[in-house]
Structure formats: structure tokens, C-alpha cells
């Protein structure tokens, strides 16, 4: 056999070689996961997962125009009264949840029921959820007479009937609201944290069902070292799901992606890989050395080096790295604990201790060294691409100006009554600023520039470092006095966000435990009206609450950026799409093998 017949005979091995591998999906999270139960989850790594593992009736639309709701396991949109009070749902037939030991060996059918009572869940004291003030404020008829008596007697019933919550027939449920709500529908597209769970399940795992996710979607859970490592494959059961939209008509790569798309069964991938590695440079090695297929968040204080001047690097160019920057619809923020006997209160006083140290934070500073300027001043918990959003709108959130801190400060005797250069509270106690923290560089890095800021202002300093999910479990426990951390919206309505300051959400959504009951009528008035003049109006008197009360510090809106390989196809990061994109991603395995022989 002549050498030229060889090199062929082997160039159809090896390319049948590779056809045979599962399409996988490498890449890594930042920050560890806390579990997988959709009615106790709030934190973004987590939700990442759950939104492929389980089925909301709805979803966003992958490259639609952003905010286009279309059917996911609903059975076309939902039928919609005219008081915005009552939304009728059906869902489709010969949907099927994972294989589980729950089911006894029989196939489990996703029903109407399934969707009450993950609902009904979601109002179980038991399960602590932090969506409950979410759904409390559309007041589902008799749902709160259900809870409170759950409340007094410690035992929650699901089979009791609730008017504003029940199934019509196996493939119909039916929503009936005690106030209008006009967004309600963004609810049933969250699969995170309101996806479909089966009763057989939750009552079998109970209190460890956040280590035993079943869902309906697209991805099942094969492999899990808590922390570490994950694995996730397609789900046999998963329906038939074909890709068919109408692309954005303002974005020509989106409506490129559409037409390849379109006629093609989800998910297009077999496998996903996940590692955790939380600091930055590790994680930047590993993609680089092709260990991950794909960076999601690419580490910031390396953005001048992989894109100078935003633009791709030249030795990551050549590799065909694939660039997506955009700006993500999230706001970071360094909440302050309402309940803390030195940083929280309502009293003049302490109200001042807050805005003066809001005031004196370094806002350049931060967006130069830690976000290495991929990021702008946020003026508000709104952020671009939420209703509500004024590009125009300027407040102290987005103004440093230590000499007015420290004059405010002063005058309300924040000062060093024993001498020496630190001030003391107005009582002569001491006065030191707890950070909590994560044990990483990155976060060193915006902790010295806290740091910085309040001794600037003659304020001490301390940081208490712990993993996320520790952090976690002491802001809603109301057990620290600062956090910094991020918040991303999930939908275009700015309920979602201004929910972190309503009251009845304390130590839930609303980690500061903000509780002011001007905030919180404001909050239910504009949640109860459509889109408009009005809702603005009411939208920006909570805006101004919020920087005069300074239950927060609102610093930036950040810029993401994502890089992928060539062989990664048709990703994008799509607004309020983003969260279950891995259905969509394909893996083209002839340009991953040729670009391993290359190197």
C-alpha cells in the first residue's frame, strides 16, 4: 500500500474516530454551585444549571428581538385576561421527566399538576424560598391563607385547593390574581428557579433534594464532586424541541445563526463539562491550553492583555478565538445589612455613615483596576435594557467626592473622640466597616480598593473572607455587615430588580433588608400597571428612595466577555436568553480534530 493510499486510509480512521465522540462542551464557572432545586436557588452559577435541567412553560427567545417570549413546554402562549388577573396555560403532551428510582420504573409523564404544585412550593415555609416575595406581590387567590396556616401549624398542605392556583384537567393549570399583573407571563419563563419538579421526587430526597435534580429539559446530571467538577448529558427523554424563530431584524449575525438553525433538534450537543476554578489565572491557562472549549466572563484584570483596546489579541486571533463583547444587563453592587447595630438603621445618623461612604468610593478606581475599564458608572439599580432605564439620570451613586463625605461625616460627629486618626461612631464606640469576602486575588483587588476608599475618609476596615456560597448563606441570614456582589435581571421588567429593596422580601431577594413602607407601596403600584409614563414616574421616585436612603452601594454596569474556539457554533450571548444557551451551541468536531493537529 503506497504512502499517499496510508495518509487517506488514516485521515478516514481518524475523522470516524472523532464522529463517534459525543459533542462536548468544556468550560468553567467562577464561583461553585449551591445545589439544584429550583424553589430554594437565587444565585447565578446554580440557576445556570437548573435552566437546563428543568422546563418552564415559556422561555426567551434565542436570537428574537430581546425579550420575545415564545412556548417551551407550553402548548402555545398562554391565554391572557384583559384585568392582567388570570392566565390560563396548557402544556404539551408526551413530555417526559428523567428516569428516576421516584418513579418506581414507570415513565413519568409532566402534567398540569406538576406545575401547581412547584408553585405551591415555592410558598412552603419549609423550603425558605428566596422567589417567595416574587409571586407573594401578584397575591394568588388563597395562596397566603395556605402559607400563614402552614406558618401556625408547621405542616404545608398541597392537596388543599387554592382558587388562584389548580390544574383544569391534566394538561391545564390556570393562574387567578388578586392584583393586575401585565408581566406576569416573564414568571412561567424562568425554568431556574420556577421549572417543573415531580411530587414523587421532592418526597423522596426531601431535605437533600438539592443534590438529586430531575427535571424535563434538555440536560441531565451525571456527574457531580460538589465544587469541583461536573457533568452533564443529554436527557433521553427529552421532547421533540426544533430551533425556529424569527430572528432579530436589527442584527445580521443573529439572523446568519437563525437560518442554520432553523428545522434543527435541540439540544445540538451531547455534553457538558464543567470545572470550577475560581481564580483568574488558572482559568485563563486552562483555556488557553485547550483544556476549555469556551470562557464565559473572560477574567478581567487580563483584558488588556487577551483584548487591547477591545479589540481580540493577535496570537488569539490566529487561533480563530471567536470575540463576544457585550454589555451585560446587570448591575454590581455592595449591599450594606439594614439590621446592623453600626452600618444599619434609618436614623439620620447612620443614613449619613452610608452616603458618605457611597460618596467616597473610588468609582474610577474601580473600573480602572478591577474592571480594567469594562464597565460604566451605574447611577441605579436599573440597568440598560430594563424598563425604566434613563442613560440621562446622574445621582451619588455614580459621583465620588471625598470632601463632601468627609464634611457629612463631620457633622454628624463621625470623628475621633480619643484622639488618633480613625473616626469612632457618635457615642465614642468604634467604628470598623466588615467586608465579607471571597478568598481569591480578584476579590483582594476590590477589596484594597474598598479599602482605600473608606481610609480616604478616615474609616476602618475590615475583610472577612469565605467561599460564595458561605457568603451566600450569611447575607440571608442577615449575619454580615457588607457584601459586594452582582445582580443580574432575568427579564426586562425592573420588578426583578427593584424587588432587592422591598421590605416583605428581607433576608429572600432582598439581601440588604431594606424595609421602608414608602419603598414598598411604590413597588406594588408600579408592578400592578402596564408599561408607560406613569410606571416610570413611580419607577424613578423608588430610584430616588434608594440614594437617599443608601441601603446600597450601586458602582457599575459591567461588560462581559465570552471566547470561544472555532469549533464552538452559533453561540451568543442573547439578553434574558443567556442562561439556557447550551441547547442551542453546536461543536463542529472536523475543525476541533484539525485544530488539535495543528497544534
Known amino acids: ?31 461553585a454551585e449551591t445545589g439544584f432545586d429550583p424553589a430554594e436557588l437565587s444565585d447565578l452559577y446554580s440557576r445556570y444549571l437548573t435552566s437546563e435541567i428543568f422546563d418552564a412553560p415559556l422561555r426567551y427567545a434565542y436570537l428574537a428581538a430581546p ?4 412556548p417551551s413546554t407550553a402548548d402555545g402562549m398562554p391565554e391572557v385576561s384583559g384585568d392582567y388577573k388570570t392566565f390560563t396555560i396548557r402544556i404539551k403532551k408526551g413530555i417526559y421527566f428523567t428516569d428516576d428510582p421516584a418513579f418506581n420504573g414507570q415513565r413519568r409523564e409532566l402534567t398540569a399538576e406538576d406545575y401547581v404544585y412547584s408553585y405551591k412550593r415555592i ?34 398542605d398541597y392537596d388543599r385547593p387554592v382558587e388562584g392556583l389548580r390544574a383544569l384537567d391534566r394538561y391545564t ?8 399583573s401585565p408581566r406576569f407571563l416573564e414568571n412561567l419563563a424562568d425554568a431556574s428557579t420556577f421549572g417543573a419538579v415531580a411530587r414523587e421526587v421532592v418526597e423522596k430526597y426531601h431535605d437533600t433534594i438539592m443534590e438529586h435534580p430531575v427535571g424535563t429539559g434538555p440536560f441531565i446530571l451525571t456527574n457531580w464532586v460538589r465544587s469541583s467538577h461536573l457533568v452533564l448529558e443529554r436527557n433521553p427523554n427529552y421532547r421533540l424541541d426544533i430551533f425556529h424563530v424569527t430572528p432579530d431584524p436589527n442584527d445580521a449575525d443573529a ?27 488558572p482559568r485563563w491557562l486552562s483555556f488557553l491550553d485547550g483544556e476549555q472549549d469556551f470562557m464565559e466572563n473572560m477574567p478581567l484584570d487580563l483584558a488588556p492583555l487577551a483584548v487591547p483596546n477591545n479589540q481580540l489579541a493577535p496570537t488569539l486571533a490566529k487561533k480563530h478565538v471567536q470575540l463576544e463583547r457585550v454589555p451585560n444587563i446587570d448591575v454590581a453592587i455592595i449591599l450594606f445589612n439594614m439590621d446592623n447595630p453600626v452600618l444599619g438603621g434609618y436614623e439620620p445618623e447612620k443614613i449619613a455613615l452610608r452616603r458618605a461612604i457611597n460618596l467616597g468610593f473610588d468609582t474610577a478606581e474601580f473600573i480602572r483596576s478591577y474592571q480594567k475599564f469594562q464597565a460604566l458608572p451605574a447611577q441605579s439599580l436599573i440597568m440598560p435594557g430594563l424598563f425604566g432605564y434613563d442613560p440621562e439620570l446622574r445621582t451619588e451613586n455614580g459621583v465620588t467626592d471625598v470632601v463632601r463625605a468627609r464634611a457629612i461625616l463631620d457633622s454628624y ?35 484594597e480598593i474598598c479599602k482605600k476608599s473608606l481610609d480616604a475618609l478616615d474609616i476602618q476596615s475590615s475583610f472577612k ?47 440588604s433588608r431594606f424595609r421602608l413602607p414608602a419603598y414598598d407601596e411604590l413597588y406594588r403600584e408600579q408592578d400592578s400597571i402596564p408599561n408607560g409614563p406613569e410606571r416610570a414616574k413611580l419607577i424613578r421616585q423608588m430610584q430616588e428612595i ?28 442573547w439578553p434574558f436568553a443567556h442562561r439556557d444557551f447550551w441547547r442551542y451551541v453546536d461543536i463542529d468536531q472536523a475543525e476541533q480534530a484539525k485544530s488539535a493537529r495543528r497544534s
Open 123 to 156: 410558598f412552603d415555609p419549609h423550603w425558605n424560598s428566596p422567589n417567595e416575595g416574587t409571586l407573594e406581590l401578584v397575591k394568588i387567590l388563597g395562596m397566603n391563607e395556605l402559607r400563614q396556616d402552614a406558618v401556625k401549624s408547621g405542616h404545608f
Open 255 to 281: 439572523q446568519r445563526i437563525a437560518r442554520e438553525l432553523d428545522g434543527r433538534r435541540l439540544p445540538l450537543i451531547d455534553r457538558v463539562e464543567i470545572s470550577i476554578i475560581e481564580e483568574s489565572q
Open 413 to 447: 460627629g463621625y470623628v475621633p473622640h480619643h484622639g488618633g486618626r480613625w473616626r469612632e461612631n457618635p457615642d465614642g464606640s468604634p467604628l470598623i466597616i466588615e467586608f465579607r469576602t471571597q478568598p481569591d486575588q480578584r476579590s483582594r483587588i476590590r477589596d
Open 1 to 31: 500500500m503506497n504512502r499517499l493510499l496510508l495518509c487517506l486510509v488514516a485521515g478516514v480512521l481518524i475523522q470516524g474516530a472523532h464522529a463517534s465522540e459525543p459533542k462536548t462542551l468544556r468550560y468553567a464557572f467562577e464561583v
Open 546 to 573: 434608594l440614594v437617599a436612603y443608601a441601603p446600597m452601594k450601586v458602582m457599575v454596569h459591567r461588560f462581559d466577555i465570552d471566547l470561544a474556539y472555532p469549533w464552538v457554533k452559533y453561540y451568543r450571548r
Open 465 to 511: 473572607p469565605a467561599k460564595w456560597p458561605e457568603n451566600l448563606k450569611a447575607a440571608q441570614a442577615g449575619a454580615y455587615m457588607a457584601w459586594a456582589l452582582g445582580s443580574s435581571a432575568s427579564g426586562p421588567d425592573p420588578s426583578g430588580v427593584l424587588i432587592e429593596a422591598y421590605g416583605p422580601s428581607a433576608g429572600a431577594e432582598n439581601y
Open 67 to 70: 425579550g420575545t417570549l415564545e
Open 173 to 180: 393549570f390556570q393562574f387567578r390574581l388578586g392584583v393586575p
